[in-house]
C-alpha cells in the first residue's frame, strides 16, 4: 500500500476499531473524522464494533442531530464541497431541491436558534417558518413533510436513516479519494491539520512547552 493509501486509511478508519486497535494499526492521535463517527455512535448508543443498540430506549436524540450536524459539515469542509452538492453527490438517497433546502434549514436551525428545531426566514429570504420533528421509526422516509399551512410548515427527520445515510456517504466518499488523486490531496491536507491527541495535564505540558 503506498503512503497515499495509508494517509487515507488512517483518516477513514472504521469507527468499529478500538482506540487500542487503531493506536496498533496507525499510531497515537486520531483522525477528527475517527472521532465524530464514533462520538455520534455512542451518543445514539450504538455499538459501533457490532452496530448494535446497546439496549431500548438509550440515546440522546437531539444530541445525536447535533453531533451529525458537525459530522457533516467536517465532511463538506474536507472534500472542499458544499452542504448541498456533498448530499447530493455521496448520499446514498436522491432528494428533491425542497428535500435538499429542508435539511439545510435544519442545520441552521440546530445552531442558529438555540437548538430549538425551528427555521425562521430571513427578511431576504423566501420559505415558510419550518419545525422539525426527530423520528427513529424503520417505516418513516429519510425526510417527510408531515404539516402545512400558509404560515408554516412541519417535517420529520429519521434520524436513524440520517446517519445511515452520513456513514454511506462516508465509505463513497473514500472510495472516491482512492481513485481521485486531487480529492485525496484535499483531504490529507485538511484533515492533516490536526490529529486529536487524549493525554494527562502533565504529558500536555511537556508537549506545549517544547
Given amino acids: 500500500m503506498d503512503q497515499t493509501n495509508k494517509k487515507l486509511e488512517r483518516i477513514f478508519a472504521h469507527p468499529g476499531l478500538t482506540k487500542d486497535d487503531f493506536i496498533k494499526l496507525f499510531g497515537i492521535g486520531y483522525p477528527s473524522l475517527y472521532s465524530l463517527r464514533r462520538d455520534v455512535y455512542w451518543c445514539r448508543a450504538i455499538d459501533p464494533k457490532h452496530n448494535k443498540i446497546l439496549f431500548e430506549g438509550a440515546g440522546s436524540p437531539l444530541a445525536s442531530i447535533v453531533l451529525m450536524r458537525i459530522l457533516l459539515d467536517y465532511l463538506v469542509n474536507l472534500c472542499s464541497s458544499n452542504f448541498q452538492n456533498y448530499i447530493t453527490r455521496y448520499f446514498k438517497t436522491k432528494?428533491?431541491?425542497?428535500?435538499?433546502?429542508?435539511?439545510?434549514?435544519?442545520?441552521?436551525?440546530?445552531?442558529?436558534k438555540s437548538y430549538n428545531l425551528v427555521w425562521f426566514p430571513k427578511e431576504a429570504e423566501k420559505g415558510k417558518i419550518t419545525y422539525f420533528a426527530i423520528t427513529?421509526?424503520?417505516?418513516?422516509?429519510?425526510?417527510?413533510?408531515?404539516?402545512?399551512?400558509?404560515?408554516?410548515?412541519?417535517?420529520?427527520?429519521?434520524?436513524?436513516?440520517?446517519?445511515?445515510?452520513?456513514?454511506?456517504?462516508?465509505?463513497?466518499?473514500?472510495?472516491?479519494?482512492?481513485?481521485?488523486?486531487?480529492?485525496?490531496?484535499?483531504?490529507?491536507?485538511?484533515?492533516?491539520?490536526?490529529?486529536?491527541?487524549?493525554?494527562?495535564?502533565?504529558v500536555f505540558a511537556r508537549y506545549k512547552n517544547h
Fill in 95 to 112: 432528494l428533491d431541491m425542497e428535500q435538499l433546502e429542508v435539511l439545510n434549514r435544519l442545520r441552521n436551525a440546530i445552531v442558529h
Fill in 136 to 202: 427513529v421509526e424503520q417505516i418513516a422516509p429519510l425526510i417527510e413533510q408531515i404539516k402545512e399551512s400558509d404560515a408554516d410548515e412541519s417535517w420529520a427527520i429519521n434520524i436513524d436513516k440520517l446517519h445511515q445515510e452520513i456513514e454511506y456517504s462516508i465509505n463513497n466518499l473514500y472510495k472516491q479519494a482512492l481513485k481521485d488523486g486531487r480529492l485525496s490531496k484535499k483531504i490529507m491536507n485538511f484533515a492533516s491539520d490536526h490529529l486529536m491527541h487524549v493525554v494527562s495535564l502533565e
